[in-house]
């Protein structure tokens, strides 16, 4: 069975800077979807960004940009030039088949 | 704003009772999902509904069923209620089904069992 790990329950970064969350994920299948969602305190549910396990190519979204290393199963999320908008739960998820199972998630604090 | 609307956005009820969440999914969407957000459990995965046909089962209990109109909103029937089902329920919509789709999420309903 497929799983996702996101080994960091809570992370904190000063305003401005760079940091960067973590997710390990288990698979054998081939072809698979991976994405980071972010749920604010509105707990609306939110994507960030998206990797076709297919691409080498690491996915990029503006500030949001991905480090998908697909034989060692990790899938991290790196947030450039942090904003306290950016303060949320972020959780790592994986898709295959239409279903979609998700890490416990990770919360980030941004300090002023 | 995905699109998704899904009502109740609150429901508090008592243990043994039944209640019935809906989902009205973006113009256009034929797939609907249904997610249990708990405390303990996280995020999980329930069912998905495809043109009105079911395509997909996760964690879903027994006591818990789903069901997409000709319409294609869906509701998700949960009986016998305990307190371990207080959770926010999400419901999720993409244009078809597979792994290229997006699912757009509504809002969610905070389902509290007492």
């Known amino acids: 069975a497929q799983t996702v790990t996101q080994s960091q329950p809570e992370m904190s970064v000063q305003e401005a800077e760079t940091v960067t969350l973590s997710c390990t994920y288990d698979?054998?299948?081939?072809?698979?979807?991976l994405f980071w969602y972010k749920q604010p305190p509105s707990r609306q549910m939110i994507l960030v960004i998206r990797q076709e396990a297919y691409k080498q190519q690491n996915a990029t979204e503006n500030r949001f940009s991905v480090n998908f290393q697909k034989a060692a199963k990790s899938f991290s999320l790196k947030i450039s030039d942090s904003q306290l908008g950016d303060a949320a739960m972020y959780f790592c998820?994986?898709?295959?088949?239409?279903?979609?199972?998700f890490g416990k998630g990770t919360r980030l604090h941004i300090l002023p | 704003d995905s699109g998704v609307t899904q009502t109740p956005k609150h429901l508090i009820t008592a243990t043994g009772q039944r209640v019935t969440l809906r989902c009205s999914p973006r113009s256009g969407d034929l797939s609907v999902y249904w997610y249990q957000q708990s405390l303990d459990q996280g995020l999980q995965f329930l069912i998905q509904y495809y043109n009105g046909e079911e395509r997909a089962k996760g964690n879903i209990l027994e006591r818990f069923s789903a069901q997409q109109f000709p319409d294609l909103h869906s509701e998700l029937n949960l009986s016998s209620l305990e307190l371990g089902d207080s959770a926010l329920y999400f419901c999720?919509?993409?244009?078809?089904?597979?792994?290229?789709?997006?699912?757009?999420f509504g809002p969610g309903t905070r389902l509290t069992v007492t």
């Open positions: 698979t054998s299948e081939s072809d698979y979807y």
């Open positions: 999720a919509s993409s244009e078809t089904s597979g792994n290229l789709y997006e699912q757009y």
């Open positions: 998820a994986y898709r295959s088949d239409d279903k979609i199972i």
